[in-house]
Structures are given as structure tokens and as C-alpha cells.
């Protein structure tokens, strides 16, 4: 099993650009979640996916949008890049549905985006 | 407001000598609790997860947690550390939903 594979790796963008980072899950888990890292301020949830065809917004939503394809991927979006979403993101999956948030999360190996 | 902190953003010991790194929760009821450790360039992995029962828990690469309800702590500690746990370390919890702390970073000297 690959567990929770992201892609790109990095990416470095300019201001107003747009892309799309790619999440996929081999566990068949319902629950996808994608979360920034920045520094001193820990993991910061953006958007999460209960179950397929399902999304919620997280702490900080603003200038993202996500799509849960299907079970196995939900993808994350940036429509028009901002210096400030300069940061490392991790895609995240867990058992359960209305449960998940509060069970283990298992994590794939993030992106780290520069935004000029 | 629900909150999780901890309080160490870095943290140094020598290679052999015991670790404790310390996470505080703010919540109205006991959330379940876990340790997570990032090596560098990678994603977080679970050391350990508290949910009910024996507050002393038990989890991978040698570490443990206790869970003191009267202090609203779940800190990690390791007996005897090694050059390979220099790492981030997060303490999560959960209730409506799961939040981290702002991580501990641990270096180990030779």
C-alpha cells in the first residue's frame, strides 16, 4: 500500500497563477482532510471531506477550493495564488465518516508551494 | 476557548538522556489525545493515541504518554533517546474536530 500519495512535490508560483494539488488514498477511508503548515503555528485545517461527494470547510477555508473526486482522491485548489498561501500542505485520510475527525489521521509526504 | 499548547518550541538533549515534552489542552470534557513526529521533509506519522482507560499509554519507537485529567496534560516522554527521534513533535486533540499544536522541536546532541 502507498497510504496518502500528494503530488507535486513543490511548486513555486506567481502571485495570481492557479493550480491544483493532487490527494490520493489507498486505505479506503470516508474521511480526506487538507491541512497548511506554517511555521510556529502547527497544522491549520483548510477544508475536510466526510465522505465521497461530501466538503466542509476547516479553520482557514479562504481562497481555497476542494473536490472529493471520488473515495480515493480530493483535490485542493488555489484559483488565484497569494503570497500568503506560502506554505507546506499535507493531505490527510481516516476511517470513519461522521466520526473521522476524531479518530488517527494518516498523512502523505505534503507539498511544499512558494508563492512570489 | 478550546485550545492545545505546547509550551516548548525547542527543545535539546544529549543522546541517552530522558525526554519529556509537555501538551496542555483547554476543553470542557476530555478529548482524545495523540503524539504525532514529523522527520524532517516528511509527513506526520502517530507515535501514540489516549482515548479512555489506562492513562499511561504505550506507543511506537520506544515512547510513552500520560494522561492527567486534574492537570490537562498528555506529555510525552522517552526513557533513553537516540540521534534518530531529532524531530518535530505534535500533540493533537480531538473533540468536534482534531487540533494541533504548534509543535516542539527536538534536537539531540551526540
Known amino acids: 500500500n502507498a497510504g496518502v500519495t500528494q503530488t507535486p512535490k513543490f511548486q513555486v508560483l506567481k502571485t495570481g497563477q492557479s493550480m491544483t494539488l493532487q490527494c490520493a488514498q489507498d486505505?479506503?477511508?470516508?474521511?480526506m482532510y487538507w491541512y497548511r503548515q506554517d511555521p510556529g503555528m502547527g497544522l491549520r485545517l483548510i477544508y475536510y471531506?466526510?465522505?465521497?461527494?461530501?466538503?466542509d470547510k476547516g479553520e482557514v477555508p479562504n481562497g481555497y477550493n476542494v473536490s472529493r473526486l471520488n473515495k480515493r482522491e480530493f483535490s485542493l485548489r488555489l484559483e488565484s495564488a497569494a503570497p500568503s498561501q506560502t506554505s507546506v500542505y499535507f493531505c490527510?485520510?481516516?476511517?470513519?465518516?461522521?466520526?473521522?475527525?476524531?479518530?488517527?489521521?494518516?498523512f502523505g509526504p505534503g507539498t511544499r508551494l512558494t508563492v512570489l | 476557548a478550546q485550545s492545545v499548547t505546547q509550551p516548548d518550541i525547542h527543545i535539546t538533549v544529549s543522546e541517552g538522556a530522558s525526554l519529556e515534552l509537555r501538551c496542555n489542552y483547554s476543553?470542557?470534557?476530555?478529548?482524545?489525545l495523540f503524539w504525532y513526529v514529523q522527520s524532517p521533509g516528511q509527513g506526520l506519522q502517530l507515535l501514540l493515541k489516549y482515548f479512555s482507560g489506562d492513562t499511561l499509554v504505550q506507543g511506537i519507537k520506544g515512547f510513552e504518554a500520560e494522561f492527567k485529567r486534574s492537570q490537562s496534560s498528555f506529555n510525552l516522554r522517552k526513557p533513553s533517546v537516540h540521534w534518530s527521534d531529532a524531530a518535530e513533535y505534535f500533540c493533537a486533540v480531538a473533540f468536534n474536530d482534531m487540533r494541533f499544536g504548534a509543535g516542539t522541536r527536538l534536537t539531540v546532541k551526540p
Open positions: 471531506s466526510a465522505s465521497e461527494g461530501t466538503t
Open positions: 486505505m479506503n477511508h470516508n474521511s
Open positions: 490527510a485520510s481516516s476511517e470513519g465518516s461522521s466520526s473521522g475527525r476524531l479518530n488517527e489521521q494518516f
Open positions: 476543553y470542557g470534557a476530555t478529548p482524545y
